[in-house]
């Protein structure tokens, strides 16, 4: 039996395929149309899903959309209702577009379908409609190795919900309790990302970096204005504070009294109460999460804790989390947000509603997550050809240690490999990488090759079997979910002079012997590389160390800022010849920068892409 799973219509469109219960393909929309965060119908993800399958769209036996849209609306109606007359403007924007498309969203689905199939709308199979949060806890407990485990979903809202708990038993999902909006943690953490000049659904990773930068001094404040927190971790938010219910803005003028002024302006230079207020909501949503996971543990009596929704993606609080929390192990699922709930859709529909049993892989069933788009060898000359590019073509008995030796010279390399990756986070797949020991190399990648803001911290990818070489972890992260202690061997201490420095002043002080991957609070977010789900990445890290003595290499997202990630090899090719790349590796093909012709001029390519 195939499954199609869908997401769509908010952000993060995705489709997701599974046969029998195994995931089969899944892949944001965004990579295939170059629209970052892309909300519309995933025409090509499904186009994709099927090939890879190796079906027509028309063999597919059950679709499965992530939410339920008429829940949605009721909330919409209900929450402008219960804000009249503030609202009114927010509702005469919201309201067409409901009435025009989302009220009706199963003849979309339909319409959209039958013209990938080719057929009449009547004539598509029957559609089934999963509830968000049971979306996001369905990607969390079915492809983990547990048995059994406590789910939590923590997200901005999904039909009502914007918390929910579940206990996951074999091949079913029991909902235990939720909270409901408008109190949200992942809205609270989206109004301080609003507040703080970052795009909301998209900047909640930068204020989660700038936050070491910061002293969390205004925690009191928002603990004793914005959020009543229970001991118990349920909360509620202090409405007054917010303008996102009824408005067009996240927060309003009393939270900017709070903090001494108005929000930073987006592109603005960074001071520090931008520091300081990250640092303070940071720590607030690390101690809810706790709190709520003790809660979770005592009445569940479960041992292990999958995690999904927005706010799994706050790797800084899963690794507290997972030192400092009551469960023996934690599972996240690498597509937390809004794509993930394609794959929830899917699965859900196979365990929950046909009543199928799981079987239980090593590791998880996510495959490591590469689950999108693979080449061969003939696309990807065929790809370079058209560009005209220089190549040489190494089996891997070369190409690997040749790699190894242009990383320990310093170069950048763009690492084009294997199926494309399900998720935000880029792990060995679509990857720019680099040499962690380089104390230049954190700034070169951000201001010239990926043209973001320089605080931005870089990830490190470790060969599994060294990860306790080097950070304070004794177990895996293969999806770059855990932020960890650099290990303290490796750690170079401060001066009196360089402790007394704030903010942005810490940035180009080295904290260790792999300087750009360690952020200024010696934590680093680990990605463990495993021989059984990517052994090339592997091999490379393998030969990098025979050359060095070291197992890790800088991981960074192949695309500049505001770019999704790269999807094809002439995406690649077209990033590695904007920026200051050194050499780009597609397969078992080896470019330099300095032998490709010119590329020609094709506009002012850096507005291309929306800033995120």
């Not at 309790?177 to 609003?194: K, M, N, R, V």
């Not at 920026?579 to 390519?605: C, R, S």
Request: aromatic letters at 10%; proline letters at 6%.
């Amino acid at each position: 039996m195939y499954i199609l799973g869908i997401s769509a219509f908010y952000h993060d469109s995705a489709a997701a395929l599974v046969k029998d219960g195994e995931i089969i393909a899944a892949a944001q929309e965004e990579r295939f149309t170059r629209k970052k965060h892309d909300p519309r119908f995933p025409a090509n993800a499904i186009r994709y899903c099927a090939a890879e399958a190796g079906i027509g769209i028309g063999d597919i036996d059950h679709v499965v959309f992530y939410d339920k849209p008429l829940l949605k609306f009721e909330r919409l109606l209900e929450t402008y209702l219960a804000y009249a007359p503030s609202g009114f403007r927010s509702f005469l924007m919201a309201i067409p577009v409901w009435l025009r498309e989302k009220l009706f969203l199963k003849d979309l689905l339909r319409k959209e379908l039958g013209a990938l199939i080719g057929c009449k709308p009547s004539e598509v199979k029957p559609l089934l409609f999963s509830q968000h949060h049971q979306s996001h806890a369905a990607s969390a407990f079915f492809p983990s190795p547990y048995e059994r485990a406590a789910v939590m979903c923590l997200d901005g809202v999904g039909e009502w919900a914007t918390t929910t708990v579940w206990l996951g038993e074999g091949h079913k999902l029991k909902p235990l309790w939720e909270i409901d909006f408008p109190h949200s943690l992942g809205l609270l953490y989206s109004a301080f990302t609003y507040f703080t000049g970052f795009k909301v659904n998209s900047g909640e990773y930068k204020l989660m970096g700038l936050a070491p930068y910061g002293v969390p001094k205004y925690v009191d404040v928002i603990y004793n204005k914005l959020i009543d927190v229970k001991a118990d971790g349920t909360f509620r938010m202090n409405m007054a504070y917010f303008n996102y219910a009824n408005g067009l803005t996240m927060t309003n003028h009393h939270f900017a009294e709070l903090f001494g002024g108005p929000a930073r302006t987006s592109e603005t230079p960074i001071t520090q109460r931008e520091m300081d207020i990250a640092a303070s909501i940071q720590v607030v949503t690390e101690e809810i999460v706790l709190k709520l996971a003790n809660t979770v543990h005592r009445e569940t009596g479960a041992d292990y804790l999958c995690l999904a929704g927005g706010v799994a993606l706050n790797c800084v609080a899963n690794g507290r989390l997972l030192r400092e929390g009551p469960f023996k192990d934690i599972w996240i699922q690498p597509a937390a947000n809004d794509a993930g709930g394609a794959l929830g859709a899917a699965l859900g529909a196979w365990h929950d509603h046909f009543g199928n049993a799981r079987t239980l892989h090593k590791g998880d069933a996510m495959k490591g997550s590469y689950l999108g788009p693979n080449w061969s060898d003939a696309a990807i000359t065929e790809q370079l050809a058209l560009r005209g590019a220089v190549y040489r073509k190494l089996d891997d008995a070369a190409l690997m240690p040749e790699l190894a030796e242009i990383l320990d010279g310093g170069n950048v390399i763009g690492w084009f490999q294997g199926r494309m990756e399900f998720g935000p986070r880029a792990l060995g797949g679509r990857s720019i990488i680099g040499d962690p020991r380089n104390r230049k190399m954190q700034s070169v990648m951000n201001l010239k090759i990926k043209y973001r803001e320089s605080f931005r911290p870089f990830a490190p990818s470790v060969l599994a079997e060294d990860v306790s070489k080097y950070f304070e972890l004794d177990r895996s992260s293969p999806y770059m979910l855990i932020v960890s202690p650099v290990e303290d061997s490796l750690r170079i201490d401060m001066t009196e002079a360089q402790n007394q420095l704030f903010g942005s002043e810490k940035l180009n002080v080295p904290r260790s012997e792999l300087p750009a991957i360690t952020h200024v609070d010696y934590s680093a977010r680990i990605q463990t590389v495993h021989r059984e789900t990517n052994p090339r990445y592997h091999a490379l890290l393998s030969a990098f160390k025979h050359r060095t003595g070291c197992s890790v290499l800088v991981n960074t997202s192949f695309n500049v800022r505001g770019e999704p990630i790269v999807g094809t090899p002439d995406d690649a090719y077209r990033c590695f010849m904007r920026t200051e790349m050194d050499y780009l590796a597609v397969g078992n093909f080896l470019l330099a920068k300095t032998d490709q012709p010119p590329m020609p001029d094709d506009g002012p390519w850096k507005t291309e892409f929306e800033l995120d």
